[in-house]
């Protein structure tokens, strides 16, 4: 990965990487009532942003509301530990 670009088979998919994160952290603030700097950190520090990093997994091509709902799952697992 060049730095700052994101890349699926040799394709650049840096923007669709970028309203993906936009698009997943705008539910997080309607979901939860934080301002978009918490969601943002929130969701930066979250397995499920790691995951979207890894482009090979495809999860980037997912809708933003999977997305979403798999950050949600983790934080409830991680507050039932």
Known sequence: ???GK???NGRDITMN???QIRDVIDIIQKETG???PDAT???YHS???KALQNTENTLW???AG???DRYFEEQKAESCV
């Open 1 to 3: 990965m060049a730095e």
């Open 6 to 8: 994101y890349f699926f």
């Open 17 to 19: 990487m970028c309203i």
């Open 34 to 36: 934080m301002n978009f």
């Open 41 to 43: 950190v929130a969701f």
């Open 47 to 49: 397995k499920t942003y």
């Open 61 to 63: 091509a997912e809708s």
């Open 66 to 68: 999977y997305i979403a």
